[in-house]
T-cell receptor
Framework: DVKVTQSSRYLVKRTGEKVFLECVQD?????MFWYRQDPGLGLRLIYF???????EKGDIPEGYSVSREKKERFSLILESASTNQTSMYLC????????????FGDGTRLSIL | TQLLEQSPQFLSIQEGENLTVYCNSS?????LQWYRQEPGEGPVLLVT?????EVKKLKRLTFQFGDARKDSSLHITAAQPGDTGLYLC???????????FGKGTSLLVTP
């Protein structure tokens, strides 16, 4: 079974802090994704990566950056956390093409105080 | 812009009832996926439909892809409390790697 592991289930940070969310997958998938999930807004794509060191902006990239130095690891960075970034963050991985199923981690519930 | 509209947004029914969830778009998708998400967990893929008019069954769940590949439905027969969760549809475009997700239908099945 594919396993996507997110480093933290719950995280509390303060405004202005730099926050790192880590995601690791064990199935050699080419594509990795970061979403945030908010009530009434659904899943919104922040960034995705289709290869090592490659990244594409999603629908809401402002205030975020990403890093993919190794194929199995995809990091989401909040450069200077703000309260409106309080949310559930979900990481996913998939084989190369968009019709391939995405495999999700269990999410990180991030609170910015 | 929300490419995929799901309805209803919320659904609360009793065990044994039937229900249908809809996923509609004005865009054509090369395939459409349905996921279920339970509280505290990430979404899990239920099915992928690829061909216009395709019908797939997964036990009491029946999925249909519209003939024009712009819409899909999920029908649950004799719902059970274990069906409770958030149902998400997601469409794949011919180009690119990302999926377009609907906002989801939150289903509660009470005994």
């Amino acid at each position: 079974d594919v396993k996507v592991t997110q480093s933290s289930r719950y995280l509390v940070k303060r405004t202005g802090e730099k926050v790192f969310l880590e995601c690791v997958q064990d199935m050699d998938h080419e594509n990795m994704f970061w979403y945030r999930q908010d009530p009434g807004l659904g899943l919104r794509l922040i960034y995705f990566s289709y290869d090592v060191k490659m990244k594409e902006k999603g629908d809401i990239p402002e205030g975020y950056s990403v890093s993919r130095e190794k194929k199995e690891r995809f990091s989401l960075i909040l450069e200077s956390a703000s309260t409106n970034q309080t949310s559930m963050y979900l990481c996913a991985s998939a084989r190369r093409f968009s019709n391939q199923p995405q495999h999700f981690g269990d999410g990180t519930r991030l609170s910015i105080l | 812009t929300q490419l995929l509209e799901q309805s209803p947004q919320f659904l609360s029914i009793q065990e044994g009832e039937n229900l249908t969830v809809y996923c509609n778009s004005s865009s054509v998708f090369s395939s459409l996926q349905w996921y279920r998400q339970e509280p505290g967990e990430g979404p899990v893929l239920l099915v992928t439909v690829v061909t216009g008019g395709e019908v797939k069954k997964l036990k009491r769940l029946t999925f249909q892809f519209g003939d024009a590949r712009k819409d899909s439905s999920l029908h649950i027969t004799a719902a059970q409390p274990g069906d409770t969760g958030l149902y998400l549809c997601a469409g794949a475009r011919n180009s690119g790697y990302a999926l377009n997700f609907g906002k989801g239908t939150s289903l509660l099945v009470t005994p």
